[in-house]
């Protein structure tokens, strides 16, 4: 179901890393900070689509850049380089954080971004015009915000995405309460700023970089549940999510762009509907039919929606998960795409469940087509006795879990990953942090020092401009996108 031509459509953002490294709060978080990133980055270097770049600033008494905006994907020696370099830096010092120096790392990356543009003009698309900045920091969200609306209340923000902000704190784990939103009337009078808080560790790290890093676009792909029967059609619109990175995308048999088997189309802009065929009873549903990757769907948060309708919908969602919940039962529906004039589409069915969440589970589903008919025998009524006692045994000297964690097992995919990929990079080669572009950049390499890569700088817009002037930004408000939830 995936072409090449859908993937070319979906967007790719540049994205900009700002991590501030001022004491004390770098010393706490430098060893688990850096861990994390090399196991995501070398994810990102492997699944990432070609024109996926990254930058990484760093923040201390001033800004500056380790990393030039640089295609992930091939390119993980690079991204090892810099974070040996980051972790080289100190984590002692005087702890002085001086004014405006995280807006002026934004800035520098917007302009970074600006010059890349210029040099390579003729292969420009919108999506490639904006970035995305995440702010990495021990301080608290509200300071850093502060600082922000300072250094940006008169800069132009027309090519800013989207404007992230990640307090690590090891207060959320002491309060046992969940991730605080950034309270009514606290957000920033500059730009839309969405605040997360994590954990001090490695996986909770972990956990926000793959969901920053691996988001294949800006906005959730639209899926939509139709039921025709009855006096009219109810149609239940729904966001995407994927729970799972396609192990096949990690040994090159996919696309970065689009998981393999999944029920989706690969395009994130074309809305997807299924049209639900039946009810079935989730135990008379064998495990042995399902196929592909797992899909969640959530209420849709779509800004094109008014607020009237996203309630609408978020109450029949929430209905849905409901019924489905306390009958035990599941949806079984097919997609409903128009065939050629040559030949009709292949339906793709799935099966939609609900679990003890406000969410619902869309599995790709057998067909008659993709059965393979086999007579397995019975059980036999009567065991034999020293076999039975031997299994026994055994499986009483096994550990038991009454769920399944996956956090708990580990394929040291990361380490293969690390080093498979290096091989296949020459690091004596000249590497260019600036590749397919052309004009005034160059590296150059001295024995016993650090590789820079210089850019031509660009003045920066005069003040006065218009701070929420974007250029058609299909990114809306995050304050907009986001319905609060409701008690069912």
């Not at 307090?167 to 997360?196: A, K, M, R």
């Not at 160059?442 to 024995?447: S, Y």
Request: aromatic content about 4%.
């Amino acid at each position: 179901m995936f072409s090449r031509s859908a993937a070319e459509h979906i967007s790719v953002y540049p994205r900009v890393l700002v991590l501030d490294v001022n004491p004390p709060g770098w010393a706490v978080v430098k060893s688990v900070l850096c861990e994390a990133l090399s196991n995501v980055l070398c994810l990102g270097a492997a699944t990432a689509q070609p024109g996926e770049r990254l930058s990484i600033y760093t923040v201390r008494e001033r800004h500056q850049c380790l990393l030039p905006l640089l295609d992930m994907r091939g390119n993980l020696f690079r991204l090892q380089r810099c974070l040996s370099e980051l972790k080289t830096l100190p984590v002692e010092g005087c702890g002085a954080l001086r004014n405006r120096t995280l807006s002026m790392a934004v800035l520098d990356s917007l302009q970074q971004n600006k010059q890349r543009m210029l040099h390579n003009s003729s292969g420009a698309t919108l999506h490639s015009c904006l970035v995305e900045v995440t702010i990495v920091s021990t301080r608290p969200g509200r300071e850093l915000i502060c600082d922000l609306d300072d250094g940006l209340q008169d800069a132009d923000l027309s090519t800013l995405r989207r404007l992230l902000v990640l307090h690590i704190s090891s207060e959320l784990e002491e309060s046992g309460s969940p991730e605080p939103e950034t309270p009514p009337g606290q957000g920033s009078h500059v730009y839309d700023i969405d605040s997360h808080v994590a954990l001090p560790d490695v996986l909770s790290l972990e956990i926000f970089f793959k969901s920053w890093l691996l988001e294949r676009s800006g906005e959730k792909e639209k899926c939509h549940l139709v039921f025709s029967e009855g006096a009219s059609d109810l149609e239940v619109m729904c966001d995407v999510n994927r729970p799972l990175l396609n192990p096949g995308l990690l040994l090159g048999e996919g696309d970065g762009a689009h998981p393999r088997g999944s029920a989706l189309t690969a395009n994130p802009r074309v809305t997807q509907a299924f049209k639900v065929i039946r009810v079935v009873s989730l135990s008379g549903v064998c495990g042995s039919m399902f196929y592909g990757l797992p899909t969640i769907l959530t209420p849709t948060a779509c800004w094109e929606l008014d607020w009237d309708q996203l309630e609408a919908n978020q109450d029949y969602f929430h209905a849905l998960c409901h019924c489905l919940q306390s009958q035990q039962n599941a949806l079984v529906a097919c997609s409903t795409q128009l065939g050629s004039s040559s030949a009709p589409s292949v339906l793709s069915h799935v099966l939609v469940s609900a679990a003890d969440s406000a969410a619902l589970l869309l599995r790709p589903i057998a067909v008659r087509e993709l059965v393979l008919i086999m007579k397995l025998p019975p059980l036999p009524p009567t065991m034999a006795e020293n076999a039975l006692q031997r299994v026994q045994d055994v499986l009483r000297s096994l550990d038991t879990d009454t769920l399944y964690n996956p956090l708990q097992m580990s394929s040291n995919l990361y380490c293969h990953l690390q080093a498979a990929l290096t091989q296949t990079q020459n690091p004596r080669r000249h590497i260019s942090t600036t590749q397919g572009t052309a004009g005034p950049s160059r590296q150059v390499n001295f024995p016993g020092r650090k590789a820079r890569a210089t850019i031509a700088p660009l003045h920066f817009a005069a003040p006065g401009l218009s701070k929420r002037k974007h250029i058609e930004n299909d990114s809306p408000s995050p304050k907009r996108r986001f319905l609060c939830d409701k008690e069912v």
